[in-house]
């Protein structure tokens, strides 16, 4: 293989985890600060009647908690009427350091795919795409198997894995806000989010057909 064939190759694996980074990222975000999927959960998981919270309330300390974990935040985070814990608070402060990596991966990654897809385009080199669409889809294969398995296992293992220290098990006593946040809500969220990294995949595998399509019958 030539020296231009295999920095072609590289620039194609290059582009495609930029763009995999950037749909796994973008994904994350957008599940995040779609706020209906909670306000649904909240009749659907009956979070009212096992809480003992009005929803107005529910509502007011989720938003709050959502508002926390912007990027363009730097409020400290006060739950306007539940009661929080120093282990609670600093739970939250690693959490919103996740959140805002994601976040921020979103939005250099899009900046940096965009203009690595440009460069693709003018070339008409479009491998790129192909190998985005495999890749993306490793994450759901995983997850998807995971989650189908023993939800709450992984549940468990993510957090083992994400945190350092088990501030995570929070005591409803100290901190009231894990009943407005029960497991089934993440798993809600967990399926969502491997929906859009599945779109995301079996876009860029359309992409890189219709491409390929159209060059084929210039």
């Not at 990222?25 to 306000?39: A, I």
């Not at 659907?44 to 926390?68: H, T």
Request: with cysteine; hydrophobic share 55%; net charge neutral.
């Amino acid at each position: 293989m030539t020296k231009n064939k295999i920095l072609a190759v590289l620039t194609d694996v290059v582009t495609a985890l930029v763009l995999f980074l950037f749909i796994v990222s973008f994904s994350v975000t957008v599940t995040l600060n779609f706020r209906p999927l909670y306000y649904m959960d909240i009749d659907l998981l009956a979070i009212e009647e096992r809480s003992g919270i009005p929803k107005d309330e529910i509502i007011e300390n989720y938003d709050v908690l959502i508002d926390y974990n912007s990027m363009f935040s730097d409020a400290e985070l006060v739950f306007p009427t539940l009661a929080m814990s120093e282990t609670g608070k600093i739970h939250f402060e690693e959490v919103k350091v996740i959140f805002v990596l994601f976040q921020r991966m979103a939005l250099f990654g899009g900046l940096a795919g965009a203009v690595l897809v440009a460069l693709h385009m003018r070339k008409r080199s479009y491998r790129f795409w192909k190998l985005t669409g495999i890749f993306t889809l490793l994450i759901p294969a995983v997850l998807g198997a995971a989650m189908a398995v023993n939800w709450d296992k992984a549940f468990v293992v993510f957090h083992k894995i994400a945190f350092d220290n088990d501030y995570w098990i929070f005591d409803a006593r100290t901190d009231p806000v894990i009943t407005i946040l029960p497991d089934t809500f993440f798993l809600h969220c967990a399926a969502m989010i491997l929906v859009l990294i599945v779109a995301g995949s079996l876009l860029s595998f359309a992409i890189y057909k219709k491409l390929k399509k159209k060059a084929g019958n210039e």
